[in-house]
């Protein structure tokens, strides 16, 4: 039987990593603000997103079964998602100092 401070270190990690989860779509409008990312460079890169937010899932839960990875895995796949849509709405124009250089002499 698991003690209490077992349980909570439990509990604390997968609360810290549903956290950050969540914060992927603000995180990704404000990388294309800055001009590091636009909404079809997402699309394009779509399944190693997918990819991606199973090794993570793998990572954070803590016991190997699929359904927990699963768990952790389909709301970062949604949120990707998301953030396509989030990016191609509100990244039109990128933060002032943040644009880009023409190379043309």
Do not use: C, W
């Amino acid at each position: 039987m698991p003690g209490v401070s077992e349980y909570f270190s439990l509990a604390l990690r997968l609360l810290i990593a549903f956290g950050v989860v969540f914060e992927l779509p603000v995180f990704m409008v404000f990388l294309a603000k800055m001009g590091l990312i636009n909404a079809p460079l997402l699309r394009k890169h779509r399944k190693y997103a997918i990819l991606f937010a199973f090794i993570i899932a793998a990572i954070l839960t803590p016991t190997p079964d699929v359904v927990n990875q699963f768990f952790m895995a389909a709301p970062l796949v949604i949120l990707y998602e998301v953030s396509i849509i989030a990016v191609s709405f509100f990244a039109g124009k990128t933060f002032f100092g943040f644009e880009k250089k023409d190379a043309t002499p």
